[in-house]
């Protein structure tokens, strides 16, 4: 398929945690037609390939944070026109999950505008945690940086996933945030994995930042231990009154180039198209699902920015002959992810390779 075999480095899949820089930027930087079949052949490999799960957001505290991320409309540092909200009682967060569950969603995300949850906020949210899984659906929480025990507390009260983004390279992070450092999200992350909930993590592409910056992203993300089992790839949402407002808009193409390195690099971590859908060209969307995106959240929100209409997607989906995924096959697909990336752990461990082209044989 290619020339120099070399510059397309995916192409045995193995679950590699060693990934350069120059490796993954060769990726990024492949001509797109054989990245995009590099990236939907792995993709082929490890999952169902006309399948999207679906996921739903809720913000359960919303603005007020004390944290600067530049990007983010929530931030106590910007004038955004947010209305605040305290911590919602937990009889309204089942609400919205019933409502999801009844429009497909099988994961629900709830999500906070905090550094880190207070231990006296967190009986309230381990109530939610239980009071989502008693629904059927798989629960995610965002909460900023966790403690060790806090994550403990966590994974005791059944959470499935914990969403931590590393939000871009290294070397962007300090344009972007200031108030907590790459080392305390890398920390967090630890916490989670070690506690043995799935781990979320991905970040945000069209923040001003560079190619190569997006490479130090999927390079970060890739060379984590163990690869998250989830991986959100937002597109910038601008909004009014933070810093990026004004920021130049990204190469919709560099999204997908961003999803089909990330699918290369991370062949059984689902791969959510996250922020940025709403106003997205339906054909760019269909390119992220071809370059290997298997998720996405639908609804009327994220957590405070517009979704499309969800008729608008289930349309879209129709029209690409896209199933969506059932509570069944979702769980089974978790259970299958986590075992894999559990297998991959034992095998580093031992210091045996792991050949994830042989996962789904
Ligand atoms: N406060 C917690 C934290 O930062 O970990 C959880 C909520 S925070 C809103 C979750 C993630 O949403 C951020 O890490 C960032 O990647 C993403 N995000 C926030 N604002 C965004 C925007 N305007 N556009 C795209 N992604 C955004
Ligand atoms: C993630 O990576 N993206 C979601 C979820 N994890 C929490 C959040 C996107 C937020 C977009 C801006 C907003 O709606 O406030
Ligand atoms: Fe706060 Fe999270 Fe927004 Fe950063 S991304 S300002 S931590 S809510």
Partial sequence: MHANPAAMPGQASPHRHDWSRQEVERLLNAPLNDLLFEAQTVHRRHHQPNQVQLSTLLSIKTGACPEDCAYCPQ????????????????ERVLEAARTARDKGATRFCMGAAWRSPQDRD??????????????????????????????HRLADAGLDYYNH???????YYGEIITTRTYQDRLETLGHVRDAGINVCAGGI??????????????????????????????LLVKVAGTPLDQVEALDPLELVRTIATARILMPDSQLRLSAGREGMEDGIQALCFFA???????????LTTPLPETSDDMQLFKRLGI????????????????????AARQEQRSGQYYDATQARA
């Fill in 292 to 302: 290997g995106a298997n998720s996405v959240f639908v609804g009327e929100k994220l």
């Fill in 165 to 171: 983004n590393l939000d871009t390279s290294p070397e």
């Fill in 75 to 90: 931030s106590g540092h910007y004038n955004t026109a947010l209305e605040r909200e305290k911590l919602l009682e937990v």
């Fill in 323 to 342: 199933q969506t995924e059932t509570h069944e096959e979702t769980v089974e697909a978790s259970a299958r992810t986590a075992a894999l990336v559990e």
């Fill in 205 to 234: 592409v069209g923040m001003g930042e560079s190619r190569q910056d997006r490479a130090g992203l999927l390079q970060q993300l890739a060379n984590l231990p163990e690869h998250p089992e989830s991986v959100p790839i937002n």
């Fill in 122 to 151: 967190l009986p309230h949210v381990i109530e939610m945690v239980k009071g989502v899984k008693a629904l059927g659906l798989e629960t995610c929480m965002t909460l900023g940086m966790l403690t060790e025990s806090q994550a």
